[in-house]
């Protein structure tokens, strides 16, 4: 116990409108941290999309001010009041509010509820766990929702169609991609940087690459029949489109909101091709449901795939990192180690 350092943003505002931001690496006590039954001492963090919202200023992240954000952790128990957990125990936090309305991972320090916390799996290092973070455990969320709904890897290889990822050099995307590689899918990459990320993509077990703007405009509410199932990351039009393109009784998973938060479609590709839209939510996801999802990554998700589209900074680049993601210049997961 005692001082630990950790990214703080501090935000002045009037209604939804952010007058003015700050965001700083600064030295705290154990008195800034909010309620909670168990204390964790964070070894690491990531970069995520919505980090880096928080970290801009962006609004519509932030709930709480003065906020430590990051919305993932993983660490070790050093204290609780919660019997299941025990000094030591090596666990992980996806979401459940923190870097939003609870301080979060990106501090060498947390003090989190128990009841989402999950026990880290023995096969996989802290440093693997935080590489997965939000965006793995939200694909492999997306993944169990396509088998859920039928989409079955055999059925599409006979059909000779595959599963499209959109946004699939982002940090879902890209596990994304490989979880659904390892489990024997066809999958279809969709990025806007084809040249540069194209053989990234097919090293983490992509069959085909297409460019978003495939998918970018305003099409008919029916177009032809090219996908099995589908993990959206992207939304507004693009989700529009893969809805529209979606083969009969298939899936598609909506997990994001990189082009927005709007859909512009309309019945048909549910009426008359059966198509099922399902919505991906990480932060609420039941105890349950995390275990399942984290017992999945730790046997589903290729090791050296994880490796392949993983870099470690330490917490003084985090603010930066942050910018690079919003500007589009991050690809894979970006683990932040706080200790360093």
Same mark, same amino acid.
């Given at each position: 116990?005692? &001082? ?25 006590? $154990? ?6 039954? =168990?204390?964790? #001492?964070?070894?690491?963090? $990531?970069?995520?999309?919505?980090? +880096? !919202? ?19 952790? =993983?660490?070790? =128990? ?53 590489? /997965?973070? @939000? ?6 969320? #997306? ?6 709904? +039928?989409? &079955?890897?055999? *059925? ?32 279809? #990459?969709? @990025?806007?940087? =084809? ?11 992509? @069959?085909?690459?297409? &460019? ?6 305003? +099409? ?25 393109? @979606?083969?009969?009784? +298939? ?7 990189? *082009?927005?938060? $709007? ?33 999945? /990554? ?16 330490? !917490? ?7 910018? &690079?993601?919003?500007?589009?210049? !991050? ?10």
């Amino acid at each position: 116990m005692g &001082d630990f350092r950790a990214i703080v943003i501090e935000q002045e505002t009037e209604g939804s409108r952010i007058l003015a931001h700050t965001a700083e690496a600064r030295q705290l006590t $154990d008195a800034f941290l909010m309620p909670g039954d =168990v204390t964790v #001492a964070v070894e690491f963090s $990531d970069v995520n999309y919505k980090d +880096g !919202l928080a970290i801009a200023g962006r609004p519509g992240v932030a709930r709480v001010s003065p906020l430590i954000p990051g919305i993932d952790l =993983v660490g070790v =128990v050093e204290s609780s009041e919660d019997p299941r957990w025990r000094p030591g125990d090596r666990v992980v936090l996806n979401g459940d509010g923190i870097g939003e309305s609870h301080h979060g991972g990106l501090a060498e320090r947390a003090r989190v509820r128990g009841d989402a916390l999950v026990r880290v799996p023995d096969t996989l290092l802290n440093e693997q766990a935080a590489a /997965i973070g @939000t965006a793995g455990f939200t694909a492999m969320l #997306a993944v169990l929702a396509l088998e859920r709904n +039928g989409v &079955d890897p055999e *059925q599409v290889h006979a059909s000779g169609s595959s599963v499209l990822v959109t946004g699939a050099a982002g940090g879902v995307g890209s596990v994304a991609v490989s979880l659904l590689a390892k489990l024997g899918y066809p999958v279809t #990459a969709s @990025t806007g940087r =084809v040249e540069e990320l194209g053989g990234y993509l097919t090293d983490l077990g992509a @069959t085909s690459i297409i &460019d978003r703007a495939e998918l970018s405009d305003p +099409g008919r509410p029916l177009q032809t029949q090219r996908w099995a199932g589908s993990i959206d990351s992207v939304g507004s039009t693009t989700l529009a489109n893969v809805l529209a393109q @979606t083969s009969y009784g +298939g899936t598609v998973a909506a997990c994001g909101l990189a *082009q927005g938060a $709007d859909l512009p479609t309309t019945v048909m590709p549910f009426i008359l091709r059966g198509v099922t839209l399902t919505g991906i939510n990480s932060v609420e996801a039941p105890p349950a449901l995390r275990e399942t999802a984290w017992r999945r /990554i730790a046997t589903d998700l290729d090791e050296e795939a994880l490796a392949a589209m993983t870099r470690f900074i330490p !917490l003084s680049e985090a603010i930066p990192a942050a910018a &690079d993601i919003l500007a589009g210049r !991050l690809h894979g997961r970006t683990v932040v180690d706080v200790r360093a």
